[in-house]
């Protein structure tokens, strides 16, 4: 019943892929579309569909701290959910990961990028919760290096405060970002996800745009790049 229902998911989204004209390319991102599509919503809603006789969660829009609670009753309240759609722009890293675990809790759940949609960030992290893992083609698996320096105002008034705060600034940021990058690594390491998707992409990529030469901050993987480093694991 599952590989038929997968059959009829792979239908379906085949159909919208040779709907869809070609992105436009970001010209700054360049492996990346201009416009991404990872929606407009101002959090993440949690949607249960049918899809080809399948249940479907669909998880559309930016991540938050509320996330894995909401995804863990999403998940309890309805028990035959057999895939998991995501389209994100990222948000909150730590939710992202705690809902990635939440789902490789449930044996069998498919998490899917759908032609067109991207995931980016955080929403990395809950694809790779996904036992079974799809990215279609057109569909966008987007990463970045993460930043702990997002709060300009902050570093403006320590570097105003004198020498002793800013250096006590980038204590802190040293040692949240060496946290993170841990957390990271054991999260894909218990995914199964190869821990080069670190090293060879993601953590290459700048955390934020410098002038002059290269300006990109984002990458999204080729269908090569997503088995490379079992990203993906179910071709279809």
């Not at 300009?152 to 403006?156: G, K, S, T, Y």
């Given at each position: 019943?599952?590989?038929?229902c997968r059959s009829l998911l792979l239908a379906l989204s085949a159909a919208l892929l040779?709907?869809?004209?070609?992105?436009?390319?970001?010209?700054?991102?360049?492996?990346?579309?201009?416009?991404?599509?990872?929606?407009?919503?101002?959090?993440?809603?949690?949607?249960?569909?049918?899809?080809g006789g399948a249940q479907v969660l669909l998880a559309e829009g930016p991540i938050d701290q509320t996330l894995p609670d909401r995804l863990k009753k999403a998940l309890s309240?309805?028990?035959?959910?057999?895939?998991?759609?995501l389209r994100s722009p990222g948000g909150n890293a730590?939710?992202?990961?705690?809902?990635?675990?939440?789902?490789?809790?449930?044996?069998?759940?498919?998490?899917?990028?759908p032609a067109g949609w991207t995931c980016f960030s955080a929403c990395n992290f809950v694809f790779m919760g996904g036992q079974l893992r799809v990215v279609e083609p057109g569909g966008n698996f987007m990463v970045h290096m993460f930043t702990m320096t997002n709060d300009?105002?902050?570093?403006?008034q320590s570097v105003a405060l004198g020498t002793d705060t800013t250096v006590e600034l980038i204590g802190d940021i040293e040692q949240e970002s060496a946290l993170?990058?841990?957390?990271?690594?054991?999260?894909?390491?218990?995914?199964?996800?190869?821990?080069?998707?670190?090293t060879d992409i993601m953590y290459k990529q700048?955390?934020?745009?410098?002038?002059?030469?290269?300006q990109s901050t984002r990458r999204c993987l080729t269908q090569d790049e997503v088995f490379?480093?079992?990203v993906a694991n179910v071709r279809e």
């Open positions: 019943m599952r590989t038929a040779c709907a869809q004209s070609p992105a436009q390319m970001d010209p700054a991102n360049p492996s990346c579309p201009r416009s991404p599509d990872w929606s407009a919503n101002k959090t993440m809603t949690l949607k249960v569909v049918k899809k309240d309805n028990p035959d959910i057999a895939e998991i759609w730590r939710a992202g990961n705690a809902a990635g675990r939440l789902i490789r809790g449930a044996p069998g759940l498919v998490t899917r990028i300009r105002a902050a570093i403006d993170l990058a841990s957390e990271d690594n054991d999260f894909l390491i218990r995914m199964g996800v190869s821990r080069k998707l670190l700048k955390a934020v745009a410098s002038g002059g030469g290269d490379q480093y079992n």
